[in-house]
């Protein structure tokens, strides 16, 4: 496997399921991202982590909880969602440096549907 | 707070015909990044091309080139001969100091046979 990786690629879960997204990067990064997509709105930056350690997070509610066991290995647990959440949700990973291009490598995403 | 704003949602040209996306910014900052990012339908998101603020040169990849206007604070995207694989989302991006990367709302390029 090469560059970033996602799974599963489709999820639909209902409002009360508690499930996990998986992202993956073999590129040898030190710095991971979770981005939410939805449709007719920019990129919402949801998390960003720097060598395992979490140094942003937007705001976003608690029934988003990542988790970074490792510098390769990114996942978004998910509970007790909620419709407007459904979204194509991107991991994308850099090799974090200061003011640098920091050229994000994103994942193919995971296509989330809250019934 | 910056932000990017794509005013066009869809374009389309012909293939083999150039087209020019737009993108405007709005900072504070004097050193950034500036990128242009592909999204392909049901594919990865890909990095197109990437200009420093301090280079007045602009940015040149094959195909694709940018105008970059500091003062205007515009970044443009040029694609030149437009292929069938060139329809796609493409994303104009920021990124500052703070080394967050801000997103416009992106414009989808149809390319038309």
């Known amino acids: 496997e090469t560059g970033v990786t996602q799974t599963p690629r489709h999820l639909v879960m209902g409002m009360t399921n508690k499930k996990s997204l998986k992202c993956e990067q073999h590129l040898g990064h030190n710095a991971m991202y979770w981005y939410k997509q939805s449709a007719k709105k920019p990129l919402e930056l949801m998390f960003v982590?720097?060598?395992?350690?979490?140094?942003e997070n937007n705001s976003v509610p608690s029934r988003f909880s990542p988790e970074c066991p490792n510098s390769s290995h990114l996942f978004l647990h998910l509970h007790t969602l909620q419709p407007e959440d459904s979204a194509l949700y991107l991991c994308?990973?850099?090799?974090?440096?200061?003011?640098?291009?920091?050229?994000?490598?994103f994942g193919p995403g995971t296509r989330l549907t809250v019934l | 707070a910056q932000t990017v704003t794509q005013s066009q949602p869809e374009m389309s040209v012909q293939e083999a015909e150039t087209v020019t996306l737009s993108c405007t910014y709005d900072t504070s900052e004097s050193d950034y990044y500036l990128f242009w990012y592909k999204q392909p339908p049901s594919r990865q998101m890909i990095l197109v091309i990437r200009?420093?603020?301090?280079?007045?040169q602009n940015a040149t990849e094959n195909r694709f080139s940018v105008n970059f206007q500091k003062a205007a604070k515009s970044f443009s995207l040029k694609i030149s001969d437009s292929q069938l694989g060139d329809a796609a989302m493409y994303f104009c991006?920021?990124?500052?100091?703070?080394?967050?990367?801000?997103f416009g709302k992106g414009t989808r390029l149809h390319i038309l046979p």
């Open positions: 200009q420093e603020a301090y280079k007045q």
């Open positions: 991006a920021y990124k500052g100091r703070d080394d967050k990367i801000i």
């Open positions: 994308a990973s850099s090799q974090e440096a200061a003011l640098s291009y920091n050229e994000q490598f």
């Open positions: 982590y720097s060598l395992e350690e979490r140094v």
